[in-house]
């Protein structure tokens, strides 16, 4: 079965810090995809990110970078120079191919709450 | 915006009633899925379904279904309402089925209160 595990429950910072939102996950899928989603206060579920099980190279994308490593089954979240409106909750998730015996239903992890003080 | 549309965006009703949820996936999108948020569950994927037939079932009770419709929106149908469904109802839409590879765009929920 697949399975999503943010450790992190609550994280707090202050503006302008560093933080990295932590990503472990199982599965028995040889192919499959991972996504990043943030949820802020208003409740919307906003796409941040797609990774396949293929690609292991980091992306960066303005202030946030994603380290994918197969090895240690972690897809990690960074965002640099935090800011106030960084202020969600962050979910992880994690989906398998339909035509590999997998589904596409998104697997989520239980979120990190990230609160970013001024 | 993510393009997908929900409605109602608030319902509250009481204990043993049916209500309908509706969604009207992005333009293009024939996939889509049902989600429910709730505090002790976390985000659970409900159902899939791709262009009009059921693709997926995840831990859907079977006090709930739903369908997919010609114009490809969407309803779930819960009835016999616990107070334990109270939760945030997600609907999201994406291109097609099949590759996983497709990210799923959210809707901006429904918040159904059973009282």
């Known amino acids: 079965a697949q399975k999503v595990t943010q450790a992190q429950t609550e994280i707090s910072v202050v503006e302008k810090e560093d933080v990295t939102l932590d990503c472990v996950y199982e599965?028995?899928?040889?192919?499959?995809?991972l996504f990043w989603y943030k949820q802020p206060p208003s409740g919307e579920l906003v796409f941040l990110i797609r990774?396949?099980?293929?690609?292991?190279q980091n992306e960066i994308s303005g202030r946030y970078s994603w380290n994918f490593q197969k090895s240690t089954s972690s897809f990690n979240f960074t965002i640099t120079a935090s800011q106030v409106v960084d202020s969600a909750v962050y979910f992880c998730?994690?989906?398998?191919?339909?035509?590999?015996?997998?589904?596409?239903?998104?697997?989520f992890g239980k979120g990190t709450k990230l609160t970013v003080n001024p | 915006d993510s393009g997908v549309t929900q409605t109602p965006k608030h319902l509250i009703t009481a204990t043993g009633q049916r209500v309908t949820l509706r969604c009207s996936p992005r333009?293009?999108?024939?996939?889509v899925y049902w989600y429910q948020q709730s505090l002790d569950q976390g985000l659970q994927f409900l159902i899939q379904?791709?262009?009009?037939?059921?693709?997926a079932k995840g831990n859907i009770l079977e006090r709930f279904s739903a369908q997919q419709f010609p114009d490809l929106h969407s309803e779930l149908n819960l009835s016999s309402l616990e107070l334990g469904d109270s939760a945030l109802y997600f609907c999201?839409?994406?291109?097609?089925?099949?590759?996983?590879?497709?990210?799923?765009?959210f809707g901006p929920g429904t918040r159904l209160t059973v009282l």
């Open positions: 999201a839409s994406s291109v097609a089925a099949g590759t996983g590879a497709n990210e799923q765009f």
């Open positions: 599965t028995r899928d040889t192919t499959y995809y």
């Open positions: 990774r396949n099980s293929f690609d292991e």
């Open positions: 998730a994690l989906s398998g191919i339909i035509t590999q015996g997998g589904s596409e239903k998104l697997v």
């Open positions: 333009s293009g999108d024939l996939s």
């Open positions: 379904y791709y262009n009009g037939e059921e693709r």
